[in-house]
T-cell receptor
Framework: DTEVTQTPKHLVMGMTNKKSLKCEQH?????MYWYKQKAKKPPELMFV???????INESVPSRFSPECPNSSLLNLHLHALQPEDSALYLC?????????????FGPGTRLTVT | GESVGLHLPTLSVQEGDNSIINCAYS??????FIWYKQESGKGPQFIID?????DKRQGQRVTVLLNKTVKHLSLQIAATQPGDSAVYFC??????????FGKGTTLSVSS
């Protein structure tokens, strides 16, 4: 199984809502990532988890809160988002965080903040 | 900061032509490079990778060339097909840290 799954596929939320994005992989990978991608732009790294611990936070606003409950799951909790946070949120995984390995990407969650 | 960039934002080719997509990188510490293909509404899909100890690597219909002297990476797609239409990103991994993506080239293939 070389698949990274993400739910939901689409999410519309108001600025006062609280929602969560979910990501799952069963490849035994120990590094998981959240990226944000705006239209016609490359993915921008948000967070890196290595062995279930947060290893990189790219100065992401606190309204985005990541969580790694176990080695297969990665969540992104959203609260009090702004319309400019509307984007495609991509999850990825790789065998480890420090090595030169391919990152496997999920299909993304298309988030719209109204 | 340093980042990977692509020379052309768009490339249009005819079906059956060979396509070449270029990428310049600036971080001499980068030792691993990947090309990803992203179709509309999907996540990036791995195409091919290359490590800094290699100059060339071939896959099925694709070839990646790495010129470390001028910090240049290219992706060659042979006999381009309509299904190859997508945005192509190069990405570099400076010494085992997180991937840095280039700006992307949109490849359009007409039949």
């Amino acid at each position: 199984d070389t698949e990274v799954t993400q739910t939901p596929k689409h999410l519309v939320m108001g600025m006062t809502n609280k929602k969560s994005l979910k990501c799952e992989q069963h490849m035994g990978h120990r590094a998981m990532y959240w990226y944000k991608q705006k239209a016609k732009k490359p993915p921008e790294l948000m967070f890196v988890y290595s062995y279930e611990k947060l290893s990189i936070n790219e100065s992401v606003p606190s309204r985005f809160s990541p969580e790694c409950p176990n080695s297969s799951l990665l969540n992104l909790h959203l609260h009090a988002l702004q319309p400019e946070d509307s984007a495609l949120y991509l999850c990825a995984s790789s065998p480890t965080a420090g090595g030169s390995y391919e990152q496997y990407f999920g299909p993304g969650t298309r988030l719209t903040v109204t | 900061g340093e980042s990977v960039g692509l020379h052309l934002p768009t490339l249009s080719v005819q079906e059956g032509d060979n396509s070449i997509i270029n990428c310049a990188y600036s971080n001499s510490a980068s030792d691993y490079f990947i090309w990803y293909k992203q179709e509309s509404g999907k996540g990036p899909q791995f195409i091919i990778d290359i490590r800094s100890n290699m100059d060339k690597r071939q896959g099925q219909r694709v070839t990646v060339l790495l010129n470390k002297t001028v910090k240049h990476l290219s992706l060659q797609i042979a006999a381009t097909q309509p299904g190859d239409s997508a945005v192509y990103f190069c990405a570099e991994n400076p010494a085992g840290t997180a991937l840095i993506f280039g700006k992307g080239t949109t490849l359009s293939v007409s039949s």
